[in-house]
């Protein structure tokens, strides 16, 4: 026969008595923020990671710290030396942790105390403004999950409007159908109104080519080419195919010596054109006056007329390099080559700001997820490291010998950004302008092993050093 089970859907039997469980309750400055039961047999943790069973940011807590440890499936109380409280064992026998620490059932593991707790146990533990109180209860029944009755939950069905479906599967048809018309019947229209629109818009460029025949003007076969006369102008001519032997003519009426006869004498008119001097001793193509030189003597004529004497240099005299009348060069620039650096035109030099260098000097994580310690360092140092330079420099601004390290401490949340970020062992003026910063701070999400968005803690360490 089956063994009836619980009508509050609880996976103990109706008539075995219930186990009893740790319910936690957590206070901040005397407020109750958090209470929990603890249904399943696990370790409790608690910290600053969002890991923890009780997330709690308070100051000198830890990341993450086991309170409530298993051993052979009983719970064991795990305190901190600078926790205070007290822990009674059910039978009225109650002892502080102080006198727990002194050798009354605590066990010393270094940077914590255990003792084994029974199942009437409870305690107060307190730390600064948090509060932790802990009893062990009899498991209440699971409640059943909240629900609405059949037949106001209706069916999936029920959730669709009639009329907005039709409407909806209509529309979807229709385009469809016009899109597959639109793939198979693809229509050309001749002149359509895209081209007319272009054509009207745009003109259609043409080309004019007209060709010419140029005029063969025959000459005497004999004479030279020195005793030839030369016709004032002469077309361009193709050249002619060269005939297999010199003797030959291809024309008929021309010669291959009397060809290259001509065409040097073209060759030298063209170069007295344009270099030589007409009846007035100028040309249309006279270029003696781009002659270096070619007009000096002209200019020197000019300065005599007007009464003045011509020397060459700064002064009458003197050589071309003596010292003369103010010319262009002779005054003095700003001096660039000062001890300093670049001086000002008055004379004024320029204050030399103290820089800094900023080394690693250490980097750690607390939690395994996919951004390590070696992703966040390479994003500081190639996105954020200007402006932790950037508050080294002010600072050196006051004390030009300043150095030491300081240690960056943040946590990377599941969307990428930085909370808890917060830089000390430095001065403050600096320690504030980085923590200022790290508020803006982006790295890469940090994934666990599953594959899921999760938490990431580092603490970096800085070794700020003056040049």
């Given at each position: 026969m089956a063994t009836p089970r619980s009508p509050?859907?609880?996976?103990?039997?109706?008539?075995?008595?219930?186990?009893?469980?740790?319910?936690?309750?957590?206070?901040?400055?005397?407020?109750?923020?958090?209470?929990?039961?603890?249904?399943?047999?696990?370790?409790?943790?608690?910290?600053?990671?969002?890991?923890?069973?009780?997330?709690?940011?308070?100051?000198?807590?830890?990341?993450?710290?086991?309170?409530?440890?298993?051993?052979?499936?009983?719970?064991?109380?795990?305190?901190?030396?600078?926790?205070?409280?007290?822990?009674?064992?059910?039978?009225?026998?109650?002892?502080?942790?102080?006198?727990?620490?002194?050798?009354?059932?605590?066990?010393?593991?270094?940077?914590?105390?255990?003792?084994?707790?029974?199942?009437?146990?409870?305690?107060?533990?307190?730390?600064?403004?948090?509060?932790?109180?802990?009893?062990?209860?009899?498991?209440?029944?699971?409640?059943?999950?909240?629900?609405?009755?059949?037949?106001?939950?209706?069916?999936?069905?029920?959730?669709?409007?009639?009329?907005?479906?039709?409407?909806?599967?209509?529309?979807?048809?229709?385009?469809?159908?016009?899109?597959?018309?639109?793939?198979?019947?693809?229509?050309?229209?001749?002149?359509?109104?895209?081209?007319?629109?272009?054509?009207?818009?745009?003109?259609?460029?043409?080309?004019?080519?007209?060709?010419?025949?140029?005029?063969?003007?025959?000459?005497?076969?004999?004479?030279?080419?020195?005793?030839?006369?030369?016709?004032?102008?002469?077309?361009?001519?193709?050249?002619?195919?060269?005939?297999?032997?010199?003797?030959?003519?291809?024309?008929?009426?021309?010669?291959?010596?009397?060809?290259?006869?001509?065409?040097?004498?073209?060759?030298?008119?063209?170069?007295?054109?344009?270099?030589?001097?007409?009846?007035?001793?100028?040309?249309?193509?006279?270029?003696?006056?781009?002659?270096?030189?070619?007009?000096?003597?002209?200019?020197?004529?000019?300065v005599k007329e007007g009464g003045k004497q011509?020397?060459?240099?700064?002064?009458?005299?003197?050589?071309?390099?003596?010292?003369?009348?103010?010319?262009?060069?002779?005054?003095?620039?700003?001096?660039?080559?000062?001890?300093?650096?670049?001086?000002?035109?008055?004379?004024?030099?320029?204050?030399?700001?103290?820089?800094?260098?900023?080394?690693?000097s250490d980097k750690q994580t607390f939690d395994?997820?996919?951004?390590?310690?070696?992703?966040?360092?390479?994003?500081?140092?190639?996105?954020?490291?200007?402006?932790?330079?950037?508050?080294?420099?002010?600072?050196?601004?006051?004390?030009?010998?300043?150095?030491?390290?300081?240690?960056?401490?943040?946590?990377?949340?599941?969307?990428?950004?930085?909370?808890?970020?917060?830089?000390?062992?430095?001065?403050?003026?600096?320690?504030?302008?980085?923590?200022?910063?790290?508020?803006?701070?982006?790295?890469?999400?940090?994934?666990?092993?599953?594959?899921?968005?999760?938490?990431?803690?580092?603490?970096?360490?800085?070794?700020?050093?003056?040049?």
């Open positions: 509050q859907g609880g996976g103990t039997s109706a008539g075995a008595p219930r186990q009893r469980i740790l319910r936690i309750g957590v206070l901040l400055g005397g407020k109750i923020v958090e209470e929990r039961l603890i249904r399943e047999r696990t370790p409790v943790t608690i910290g600053q990671s969002m890991k923890n069973t009780f997330s709690i940011p308070v100051e000198g807590l830890p990341l993450e710290f086991t309170l409530f440890a298993i051993d052979e499936n009983k719970y064991s109380l795990r305190f901190l030396a600078k926790m205070d409280g007290r822990l009674s064992d059910g039978t009225g026998q109650v002892n502080t942790l102080d006198a727990l620490k002194s050798g009354r059932g605590a066990t010393n593991n270094g940077e914590y105390f255990q003792v084994p707790l029974g199942d009437a146990a409870r305690g107060k533990l307190s730390l600064g403004d948090l509060t932790i109180l802990f009893q062990f209860v009899t498991e209440p029944p699971r409640q059943p999950k909240p629900m609405l009755p059949a037949s106001v939950r209706g069916t999936f069905a029920d959730r669709f409007d009639p009329r907005l479906s039709v409407i909806l599967g209509s529309s979807v048809v229709f385009h469809f159908a016009i899109v597959i018309a639109a793939l198979f019947w693809d229509i050309e229209v001749p002149n359509g109104m895209a081209e007319r629109a272009y054509n009207l818009t745009f003109k259609p460029e043409t080309y004019q080519v007209d060709v010419v025949q140029p005029e063969v003007t025959k000459s005497p076969d004999q004479g030279s080419a020195a005793g030839s006369a030369a016709p004032e102008k002469k077309p361009e001519k193709k050249p002619a195919t060269v005939p297999s032997k010199p003797s030959e003519k291809p024309d008929g009426g021309r010669s291959d010596k009397d060809t290259v006869a001509m065409q040097e004498e073209e060759a030298a008119k063209f170069a007295d054109l344009l270099t030589g001097e007409g009846e007035k001793g100028t040309s249309e193509g006279d270029m003696s006056k781009r002659r270096p030189g070619a007009d000096l003597g002209q200019q020197i004529d000019g011509v020397a060459i240099g700064g002064g009458a005299g003197r050589g071309s390099r003596g010292d003369g009348d103010p010319r262009v060069g002779t005054g003095t620039g700003p001096k660039i080559d000062g001890p300093t650096g670049p001086e000002s035109a008055g004379g004024g030099k320029t204050e030399k700001v103290p820089t800094g260098r900023i080394n690693v395994e997820s996919t951004l390590t310690p070696d992703v966040v360092l390479s994003k500081i140092q190639s996105a954020y490291m200007a402006g932790l330079k950037r508050c080294y420099k002010e600072y050196l601004k006051k004390d030009a010998t300043a150095r030491g390290k300081v240690t960056l401490s943040l946590t990377v949340n599941e969307t990428g950004r930085t909370t808890s970020g917060k830089a000390k062992g430095f001065a403050g003026d600096v320690d504030d302008c980085i923590s200022g910063l790290m508020g803006s701070w982006r790295f890469p999400i940090p994934k666990d092993k599953d594959g899921e968005a999760t938490e990431a803690s580092f603490a970096i360490t800085l070794q700020l050093v003056p040049d």
